[in-house]
């Protein structure tokens, strides 16, 4: 019976990095002996409450899922990155629990007492629960500064483990006054839409914002415009009507030389065809959107009374 109870502890460990809790290892030992086992060192401790089984490689994940387990902790910030592979290992062990609990864990782990520790920005990840990408890239403004902060950004939507947008939705959403990840997250989530970051549907969402809010004309999106049978280009709003267009650019919109000279030609040519072209940056859009929406209205009075 005791030698099917120890298997059962072995398979345990083997599923949790080599360790076991002091529940765990009570309710299979019996309280006597695992005493024993720990004054032999059978069990050695890692942290109050969890110990690893002798013999058991001592690894840093192992001691990122002592941490966890001793917290009843969700792996967070600087780990969590780690194990996304978000950024380069550096040992850190960080953990996350509900704000109204005080876990004495020794070093290096470090328990971040976090207000809005929602379970549904948690996931299973190498035998541990761990916050998820969008999730780890919010909490890293808490601890690391914000070059870093952008490097894993980067790193997760290179890796497509997650998208500006659904890191948008998330920022907004835990947002709060005082919460400085949240602050960092959401400029370095701001500045990727002003380069060039966000997709169509975002560009079009923020400009029929303004429009509607304004109770202008709404224009025809991704417009494109032909001439003798070939399409010269296509715009992002457009009013085709009274050839104006509109076009919202990112402070890093080219691409290339190549990519340079080919909107400049387009640009000309629609032009050359009587069109009106008025031209936004995102931060015109994003920071100033009373004055895209007055530069609209003009343009639509102008050329309608033309």
Request: proline content about 5%; overall charge positive.
């Amino acid at each position: 019976m005791m030698i099917e109870r120890v298997a059962t502890l072995d398979a345990l460990a083997q599923a949790q990095h080599g360790l076991v809790t002091t529940i765990q290892a009570v309710e299979l030992l019996g309280a006597s002996r695992k005493s024993r086992w720990v004054a032999e060192r059978r069990l050695i401790s890692e942290q109050p409450g969890v110990f690893r089984l002798a013999g058991a490689p001592a690894t840093w994940h192992q001691t990122v899922h002592a941490a966890a387990l001793a917290a009843d902790a969700v792996v967070s910030h600087r780990s969590a990155a780690e194990l996304w592979g978000l950024t380069r290992p550096a040992g850190y062990v960080d953990v996350s629990v509900p704000p109204g609990r005080r876990p004495r864990l020794r070093p290096p782990a470090i328990a971040h007492r976090i207000k809005d520790l929602r379970p549904d920005l948690a996931v299973e990840r190498e035998g541990m629960r761990i916050t998820d990408p969008v999730r780890t890239i919010i909490d890293l403004g808490l601890v690391l500064p914000t070059w870093s902060v952008s490097s894993a950004l980067g790193a997760g939507l290179s890796k497509q483990l997650l998208t500006i947008t659904e890191a948008k939705a998330v920022r907004d959403a835990l947002g709060r006054r005082g919460r400085n990840g949240t602050g960092v997250a959401g400029d370095l989530i701001e500045r990727r839409l002003l380069t060039g970051g966000g997709d169509e549907s975002e560009l079009e969402t923020r400009l029929t914002s303004i429009i509607r809010r304004h109770s202008l004309v709404s224009p025809e999106l991704q417009y494109e415009v032909w001439h003798a049978g070939r399409c010269i280009g296509r715009v992002d709003a457009a009013y085709p009507s009274l050839k104006l267009a509109i076009e919202v650019d990112g402070y890093e919109f080219h691409s290339s030389p190549d990519a340079f000279q080919h909107d400049r030609t387009r640009q000309n040519q629609l032009t050359a065809l009587g069109w009106t072209i008025l031209r936004f940056t995102w931060a015109d859009v994003v920071k100033r959107p009373d004055t895209v929406a007055s530069m609209i209205r003009d343009a639509l009075a102008r050329l309608e009374a033309a």
